[in-house]
């Protein structure tokens, strides 16, 4: 970063105490445009206080090919945001009788296997359940179904921990909520949630994604930040899947304090944090930051208690809804051009401009400084990021252990093993305690035909943590390299032309 942004940061850490009106719009639109400037923000962006918009802006393209712009009115894919939804579809139906947050698995879908019948809507809707990632494999057109169908093969699998005793966040968990509303209602999710939650808000650009809304005109198109197409390509809904715009999720967030769609009362539950059965408030990591967790809700800690909301990412999209419960502020902002922004930390300036508060700018991303710079030759890209992170620490994303492990699979899937390999063996050196890189390495020796390496790399990343989110493709990954490593040795007593 040079000096001009530099005293750019410490003007803005020092402008934001007590700002009128105007100043914090001012302030807003400098971090916006800083965000802009540095390449990391294309997309809609809703601020509003009391009721009221305040901030609303769409900056870029919806489609980078056709240089669509966006407008106020497109629609994103909200990624993960669409469980707030899938959350509150069965809170209407435990209002209505038809259902109770106790019910279990077991009673409610007795064809899945014996190990999961323990777990109850109350585990599903919190992230308490213990479910293993395994089970929602992402790949062009997968349905709900399908996940329902792993889950139904799984005999003989088990559970990460206990139901209620711990939080590991799961996507198949709001699959099987998505298909209990169905089951429950007899209509589909998305009718329900169209009659019941929608409709009744006035949302009128929200939907759920299916073969009839592919190839819309109007939707914007997900891009990977490089230019590279990344748009939402599944068929799953509950926990993905719903496509909406910022002014319909300002509508939605503004209902979350009012007696809409069910009693303001009922819904405190879904605002409850998820606790162990001591009483242990359970955390939830998401990137660099944690949270506690409701139903479909991140419940803020610390200096943002009372805020709730959700981020939601898929592809190219990377988007944040936060709601200030107690001053009546909503944030949306809905991004398609990759993970470049660090999502998180703008909601939170945001915040603190709203509060009249010091705030920082988002730091850059590290992988996007690379590869605009120094991606056709990594070994200097390497040796600029030990200048930065020496020189200026602060202002670049490098406790991100994702940041590198981005640049290590475009490179991989550019064939570029060696130099991937490379940047993989920085990420193992960067983050030593974390079994993903160690993951990743191996993945790149095993394409590199490198199947000792590999075998070394997945079982380094089982002894520092067995039950990552990927444990169970590491072990696959370590009989493939010993059948490979078997394969190429000779057999015992035969002859070695030498």
């Known amino acids: 970063m040079n000096v001009k942004k530099l005293l750019l940061s410490i003007v803005v850490l020092f402008m934001a105490d007590h700002l009128s009106a105007q100043n914090r719009i001012d302030e807003l639109e400098r971090l916006v445009s800083f965000c802009q400037q ?17 901030y609303h802006k769409s900056i870029g393209f919806a489609d980078f090919e056709t240089q669509r712009p966006l407008t106020s009115h497109t629609p994103f894919c909200v990624g993960s945001i669409a469980k707030q939804f899938t959350a509150m579809g069965i809170m209407i139906l435990e209002q209505r009788g038809q259902l109770q947050y106790s019910d279990t698995v077991g009673a409610l879908f007795p064809q899945l296997p014996p190990y999961l019948h323990g777990i109850t809507i109350k585990n599903l809707l919190q992230h308490t359940s213990g479910l293993k990632r395994t089970h929602y494999q992402e790949h062009d057109g997968l349905v709900n ?65 299916s073969k009839a809304h592919q190839g819309r005109a109007d939707i914007a198109v997900g891009y990977d930040g490089f230019g590279h197409k990344a748009d939402f390509n599944v068929l799953t809904y509950g926990t993905n899947g719903v496509y909406s715009t910022t002014q319909d999720l300002f509508k939605w967030s503004q209902s979350m304090s009012t007696d809409q769609l069910i009693p303001l009362s009922s819904k405190k539950v879904a605002y409850q944090a998820a606790q162990s059965p001591s009483g242990k408030v359970l955390d939830l990591k998401m990137r660099e930051s944690t949270f506690s967790y409701g139903f479909g809700q991140y419940i803020y800690r610390d200096q943002f208690e009372g805020i709730l909301g ?138 590199n ?39 190429t040795k000779p057999n015992k007593g035969s002859k070695v032309e030498r």
Do not use: C
């Not at 329902?148 to 966040?169: E, H, K, W």
């Open 145 to 209: 179904e399908e996940v329902y169908q792993n889950l139904r093969n799984s005999v003989g699998d088990q559970l990460l921990f206990a139901p209620g005793t711990n939080l590991s966040y799961s996507n198949t968990a709001y699959i099987l909520l998505a298909l209990l509303i169905e089951r429950v209602s007899g209509k589909t999710y998305e009718a329900f949630l169209q009659e019941n939650v929608w409709h009744p808000l006035g949302m009128t650009q929200t939907f759920v994604m």
């Open 310 to 447: 959700h981020s939601g990412a898929y592809g190219g999209f990377y988007n944040i809804h936060m709601r200030d419960m107690k001053h009546n502020r909503d944030v949306v902002v809905l991004t398609n051009n990759g993970r470049l922004l660090p999502i998180f930390d703008l909601g939170t300036s945001i915040h603190n401009i709203l509060r009249g508060e010091a705030y920082r700018l988002p730091k850059t991303s590290i992988d996007l400084v690379i590869r605009k710079n120094y991606y056709h030759n990594i070994e200097k890209g390497i040796a600029y990021y030990h200048r930065l992170k020496k020189e200026t620490p602060d202002q670049y994303t490098f406790s991100d252990q994702w940041e590198l492990n981005r640049l290590g699979y475009a490179l991989m899937a550019d064939k570029r093993l060696a130099d991937a390999i490379n940047v993989f063996k920085l990420l193992v050196a960067e983050f030593p305690h974390s079994p993903n890189p160690y993951d990743s390495l191996g993945e790149a020796y095993y394409s």
């Open 38 to 54: 540095n390449d990391m923000f294309n997309g809609n962006l809703l601020v509003a206080e009391n009721g009221q918009i305040i």
């Open 449 to 487: 035909g490198q199947y000792e390496l590999s075998l070394t790399s997945y079982q380094r990343a089982l002894a520092i943590n067995e039950h990552y989110d990927d444990a169970d493709h590491a072990k696959a990954m370590i009989k493939k390299n010993q059948a490979k490593l078997a394969a």
